[in-house]
């Protein structure tokens, strides 16, 4: 009897001790996820706060979550009165989105072939692209070579040069090899040529994937700002709008010590000192579009990443 | 997951032989001749883009001078022999890029896998849904934005009235505003954080889905034996995650060279950089500056890196073939 109810205390203190484990784990765990979630929010909100906020206030300092004296003066400015801005966010839509469609459609063609069980030169081809992926020339001898194609000093050394990548054919040619071949051996058996097969019956179902490298690709274009900086730095109708805004935070910081030569160089053009709430706000508007897609596009780019790391 | 560790296991004593290989006749030739051709294209446009720049490597053997007619440039540029990569090791400057890059490379390659891996476990013993998911939703955010951006985020919290030096003075551990960004002691750590800042969110995903894939029976047997929650972290979940971490290693290793670029070109200034300058770095001043330019000197040190990131690779796969891990080819 004694025996029996000292066991069922033995437990019943076991199972407490494990419960207040498991509190105390729970607390600092969700502290700790607060706390990367503030670390990662509030610079973005600080200076969201300050693109919002009077330019001869701000200066003062001590803004932190919300403006101090409210103004879209920043905004004004950056959005209508900057023609840099201007011609770098037009160049910069023209390429986000062509240079989408044309690299998909690249790169779904080439998948489709490799990912054809029965084509002649399947692994050749395959290891032809991988090789791409390690051995590159390097920065000069690329430029080198654009500039004798008269690719440089113009809009499409952004298009042309990336629009096959051999990274995103592999993780698109696994989600197609997962595509019964019965559906294409049926096609084929009505009259099919392998293109009607692509488009009609492939190309359906591959959507998520496409999304996916979509995403992928029209983030890079977006974001890019290094090719316009190496190829069209002397032509400032190609300019882009991350470079425009290199620029504009450069000629600020330039102050405490400068960055690259040839940033200081560039700089050089935009010598003026552009108040902080003029940085921040064009650092706004540069990231808004991406920010206010990418929570909706969550389920893709998660699918494309795990097809991307378990390859084979 | 698991699939491709068994299957590599199978293939590696002997190579199985594929059905589906195809025969080469002329019938199947002429079948497939729409696939042919178009791979004919992608062919030449391959060798374009990715084949000619390395024949542009014999830059790095010459005393290249830029002509408007190519075969006039490749034929009247004079021939130096290893002259070009005899300067780059005769100073010390482009070992000191080489240091550069390889220890920024090395910290970020340790760092965001661990923080990455720590994150996915953490995140995976959240019970509220919405919670996870907020987090999770906040944690991809940064990946989205540009290195432009995040330098200048990064500018703003270490600048004299940013919130590190205003949250360090309050609590009284600073007395004045320290300049973080002029020390070129923390330079590393600084970039370390940054990238830890960019991208763990991101990188944690593979994790995460590797993790929803572990057995769950695997946990419930060991919770039977008595194991807590930290023993399951470490018995089953890390062990469940490693053929994950072995691939991304893998694949990661011969990246860390190119690890270095677009952060110190932007966030490096004249006070930090003997420890801020890394190969690409060095390459893109000699193409760039207009004084002294040199493509033949950028071009040898280009050749250095990929040489070295081709050895990592092969290098790493040799050994995880020997360990008896999965390959990356």
Not at chain 1, 246 to 275: F, R, Y
Not at chain 2, 110 to 136: C, D, P
Request: net charge positive.
């Amino acid at each position: 009897m004694s025996d029996i109810s000292n066991v069922d205390f033995e437990r019943i203190k076991h199972k407490k001790r494990m419960a207040t484990e498991d509190i105390i784990f729970y607390i600092f765990n969700t502290a700790f996820l607060l706390l990367f979630a503030v670390v990662t929010l509030y610079p973005v909100l600080n200076t969201l706060a300050y693109s919002f906020n009077d330019g001869n206030d701000a200066v003062r300092g001590g803004i932190y979550l919300l403006p101090r004296r409210f103004s879209l003066r920043s905004y004004q400015e950056v959005l209508f009165e900057r023609d840099g801005i201007h011609q770098g966010a037009k160049v910069t839509v023209a390429r986000t989105v062509l240079g989408t469609l044309t690299s998909l459609a690249a790169n779904a063609l080439l998948s489709f072939i490799l990912s054809r069980k029965k084509f002649l030169f399947k692994s050749s081809l395959s290891l032809f692209w991988i090789i791409t992926m390690y051995a590159s020339g390097g920065l000069i001898p690329v430029l080198i070579l654009f500039r004798y194609l008269h690719l440089t000093s113009s809009f499409w050394v952004y298009i042309i040069p990336g629009m096959v990548s051999a990274f995103n054919v592999m993780v698109m040619r696994t989600y197609m090899q997962g595509i019964p071949d019965s559906l294409e051996e049926a096609a084929q058996l009505e009259g099919a040529g392998y293109m009607r097969v692509f488009i009609s019956i492939i190309t359906p179902l591959c959507k998520p994937v496409y999304a996916t490298i979509a995403l992928f690709v029209a983030v890079y274009h977006w974001n890019a700002w290094f090719d316009a900086m190496l190829y069209n730095r002397f032509d400032p109708q190609y300019t882009t709008l991350q470079y425009e805004l290199m620029k504009l935070l450069d000629s600020v910081s330039a102050t405490t010590g400068g960055q690259g030569s040839a940033a200081q160089m560039t700089a050089a053009n935009a010598n003026t000192l552009t108040p902080i709430t003029v940085r921040a706000a064009a650092t706004i508007a540069t990231m808004a579009p991406i920010i206010a897609l990418y929570p909706f596009l969550q389920r893709y780019f998660v699918t494309g990443l795990t097809i991307g790391g378990v390859k084979e | 997951m698991e699939n491709s560790i068994s299957e590599s296991k199978v293939k590696n004593p002997k190579k199985e032989i594929d059905i589906n290989k195809p025969k080469f006749t002329v019938k199947e030739f002429k079948r497939q001749w729409v696939l042919v051709a178009i791979s004919a294209v992608y062919v030449i446009y391959g060798i374009i883009f990715y084949y000619l720049p390395l024949v542009g490597w014999i830059m790095a053997f010459q005393k290249f001078v830029y002509r408007d007619n190519i075969i006039q440039a490749i034929t009247g540029s004079k021939w130096v022999g290893l002259d070009k990569f005899k300067f780059l090791f005769s100073n010390n400057k482009f070992p000191i890029v080489i240091r550069n890059t390889f220890a920024m490379g090395t910290l970020n390659l340790i760092f965001s896998t661990i923080a990455a891996i720590v994150f996915a476990i953490l995140l995976n013993e959240v019970r509220n849904k919405y919670f996870k998911k907020s987090i999770q939703t906040i944690s991809y955010m940064p990946h989205f934005l540009s290195w432009i951006i995040v330098v200048a985020i990064v500018h703003d919290a270490l600048t004299s009235t940013g919130i590190v030096n205003d949250l360090l003075m309050r609590v009284g551990i600073l007395k004045q505003p320290y300049a973080f960004l002029g020390d070129p002691k923390l330079f590393w750590g600084i970039v370390t954080f940054s990238n830890l800042w960019k991208e763990t969110g991101w990188n944690a995903i593979i994790y995460l889905a590797a993790i929803t894939s572990i057995d769950p029976c695997l946990y419930e047997s060991a919770s039977i034996d008595g194991a807590g929650r930290f023993q399951k972290m470490r018995y089953v979940t890390l062990p469940g995650l490693r053929p994950t971490i072995m691939i991304l290693l893998l694949m990661n290793v011969g990246n860390v060279l190119n690890a270095g670029f677009e952060l110190q070109y932007l966030l490096g200034n004249g006070l930090v950089q003997n420890v801020s300058r890394t190969i690409d770095i060095y390459v893109l001043d000699w193409a760039l500056d207009a004084k002294n330019m040199d493509y033949s000197l950028g071009t040898a040190a280009g050749i250095f890196k990929t040489v070295v990131s081709m050895t990592f690779i092969v290098g790493a796969n040799y050994i995880a073939k020997r360990k008896g891990d999965d390959r990356l080819f």
